[in-house]
């Protein structure tokens, strides 16, 4: 079975940085990142493969990295910068050839 596993979430104020990890159960092609706010679709924040492509969502270009550990199969998120609309739950997703996986979120809210 797959397991994705997301933890750092919590209370942020603006300006101030936190890192989200993901574990994965075994090893993937690609991990990303995403967030879903009440009403809206997921949006992709960032993605990670294998061979080393990186891609970024336009609204976190500058303050995010995201970052991967093959050997611990985990995705790291650093968010700086942050600012009250990057309050959302912010999921981890993997994928290989065939399949993709996610995990159940962790909470980020960005308030003074």
């Known amino acids: 079975q797959v397991q994705l596993v997301e933890s750092g979430g919590g209370l942020v104020q603006p300006g101030g940085s936190l890192r989200l990890s993901c574990t994965a159960s075994?090893?993937?092609?690609?991990m990303r990142w995403h967030r879903q706010t009440p009403g809206n679709a997921r949006e992709l924040v960032a993605a990670?493969?294998?061979?080393?492509?990186?891609n970024y969502g336009d609204s976190v270009k500058g303050r995010f990295t995201i970052s991967r550990n093959n050997a611990k199969n985990t995705t790291y998120l650093q968010m700086n910068s942050l600012r009250p609309e990057d309050t959302a739950v912010y999921y981890c997703s993997a994928g290989d050839w065939l399949n993709s996986y996610w995990g159940q979120g962790t909470q980020v809210t960005v308030s003074s």
């Open positions: 990670y493969n294998y061979a080393g492509n990186i």
């Open positions: 075994r090893a993937f092609d690609v």
